[in-house]
């Protein structure tokens, strides 16, 4: 067995490495570097062949190949630097999310590497910050994340090195659906608008039929969906934003409804529509619920009902299997 001495020293060495390092304020404790402690995570995965490589599927399912560097990268391209870069680009998959609770009430943010073997088991995870509060609202998010948005603004814009060739961040925004709701400024699940995805309509209605018309509902099954547009999650300006970050303007429902599309405050970390992942537990829950259905119906539709029988099994399997739901009588 290892001396008390090697011991020491092996825990001194732990304690020195970016991931180990803590800054506290009066909003709470945060991690001092947060783009070296995700560097540090991805080097020792490296370092033991670990590192697995995530694709990004095209239309028909198969995996794009990636031929682009991050050193290649157009400063111009908002995408490219800031969380969502083109899928051929090399890149590193990393998710970030919030969770409440404990004993003593706080909002902990935590981070993960989707390029590893089980990415969601708390030992593979970075915790970014740990905050108390008494409720986790817009305004008390926002002051916890104020010292960690800058680190993830230059983790996204510096990129990460893998073997040697600094690779693009692909950024996924995840959690409860109701922490990603205040999170990007989303009204919530109660919403006009509550897809954080599309622009769907919750139900057909006679104040926006306008509205459901053009976008659908979320009961509709056949048809194209309108995704947001990619810059309404990106701390930008949005036409019909008032002061306090709140959008207004329009005379009827609907017109008030599109000065802000269901997002009436300016989201506190970017995203990317398509890259926002609700955790699957609260995919069966709420809203989100109906998404599970939804998917089935489009099996169906575009494969017919033996192929939507299997999905449906298979997808009763997961849920059952690797999340843990049981089924209610």
């Not at 020293?9 to 001092?32: D, E, H």
């Not at 560097?69 to 111009?76: E, H, N, R």
């Not at 989303?186 to 039929?209: D, F, I, N, Q, Y």
């Not at 990106?234 to 002061?243: H, I, K, T």
Request: proline share 6%; charged share 20%.
């Amino acid at each position: 067995m290892a001396s008390v001495a090697k011991l020491r020293g092996a825990r001194k060495r732990m304690q020195a490495l970016p991931a180990k390092k803590v800054t506290v304020n009066t909003a709470g404790a945060y991690i001092a570097n947060h783009s070296l402690a995700v560097q540090e995570r991805v080097s020792s995965l490296c370092g033991a062949e670990q590192f697995i490589e995530r694709h990004i599927f095209d239309d028909n399912g198969r995996p794009v190949p990636k031929t682009t560097l991050f050193t290649d990268a157009d400063s111009s391209k908002l995408g490219v630097l800031s969380r969502c870069p083109p899928p051929e680009m090399k890149d590193v998959h990393v998710t970030l999310g919030l969770d409440k609770g404990g004993s003593q009430l706080s909002v902990k943010v935590v981070v993960g590497l989707i390029n590893q073997e089980r990415p969601n088991d708390p030992n593979n995870t970075i915790l970014a910050a740990v905050c108390p509060c008494d409720k986790d609202n817009y305004d008390g998010i926002d002051s916890m994340l104020k010292t960690l948005v800058p680190q993830v603004t230059e983790l996204l814009v510096g990129g990460l090195l893998v073997g040697g060739e600094r690779r693009a961040v692909r950024l996924f925004p995840t959690g409860d659906f109701d922490a990603l709701c205040t999170v990007l400024g989303h009204k919530g699940a109660s919403a006009t608008m509550p897809c954080l995805k599309c622009l769907s309509t919750r139900a057909p209605s006679v104040e926006h039929a306008t509205l459901d018309a053009q976008y659908l509902t979320l009961q509709d099954v056949v048809g194209e969906r309108t995704l947001r547009l990619a810059t309404q999650y990106c701390n930008l300006e949005w036409p019909g934003q008032g002061s306090g970050g709140r959008c207004t303007g329009g005379d009827t429902a609907s017109e008030r409804q599109l000065a802000h599309l269901s997002v009436q405050r300016r989201p506190l970390l970017p995203a990317d529509q398509r890259q926002i992942v609700v955790i699957p537990l609260h995919i069966t829950l709420s809203v989100t619920g109906r998404l599970l259905v939804l998917a089935t119906e489009c099996v169906i539709k575009c494969n017919g009902d033996e192929t939507g029988l299997r999905f449906a099994h298979r997808l009763a399997a997961l849920l059952r299997n690797n999340v843990g739901v049981k089924p209610v009588p």
